[in-house]
């Protein structure tokens, strides 16, 4: 699967993308935010992490800004299982992408392609810590569910207190029906 935004290209990885996705991600920065990476982030787990997606069944992608005429690996994003959730998104961006407007344009964009295969419920969180993770949610129509509660950060070792996030595509679904 493949998207394409008014700034950006969405796409799976490919091995050859890992030395780009090291130099974007392999920030302590991003990482933090993260749930699953280690710290320090090297090539290897570069090279894992899309060798990962292999037959993933959600929509997953590296995310690619054009900037002059460049195609340029800033961020990943994607829905997918984590526990006991079917349909969790998260995202990242490396932080010379932060504040342009990225993570919400990409957003977008991946939650049409959910309603697109018929999931009618995402969930998502974000670390107390990283509130500008929440603004995105809030802006793409996420609702915080009232609970809260910890993930472990690989990175940083720990259980982080996180606040909690839905959005229903039903709705979502059943316009793009009607414009098509």
Do not use: K
Not at 23 to 34: D, K, P, Q, S, T
Not at 123 to 135: F, I, M, Q, R, T
Not at 144 to 161: D, L, P
């Amino acid at each position: 699967m493949f998207a394409r935004t008014e700034r950006l290209t969405l796409r799976p990885g490919w091995i050859e993308d890992a030395p780009a996705l090291l130099a974007a991600m392999g920030h302590e920065a991003v990482i933090r935010n993260l749930s699953r990476p280690p710290w320090p982030y090297t090539l290897a787990d570069a090279e894992a992490f899309v060798a990962a997606w292999q037959g993933d069944p959600g929509p997953l992608f590296l995310i690619f800004a054009h900037n002059a005429g460049r195609c340029d690996l800033i961020g990943g994003i994607g829905i997918g299982p984590l526990g006991d959730q079917p349909h969790v998104m998260g995202y990242w961006l490396t932080p010379s992408a932060w504040g342009r407007g990225y993570a919400t344009e990409a957003g977008r964009a991946s939650l049409d392609i959910a309603a697109t295969l018929g999931i009618e419920r995402v969930l998502a969180g974000h670390y107390v810590d990283n509130p500008a993770s929440g603004a995105v949610l809030r802006r793409l129509g996420f609702v915080a569910t009232g609970t809260r509660s910890a993930i472990h950060s690989r990175c940083r070792g720990m259980e982080v207190e996180t606040i909690d996030y839905a959005i229903e595509l039903t709705d979502r679904r059943h316009a793009r029906r009607l414009a098509a």
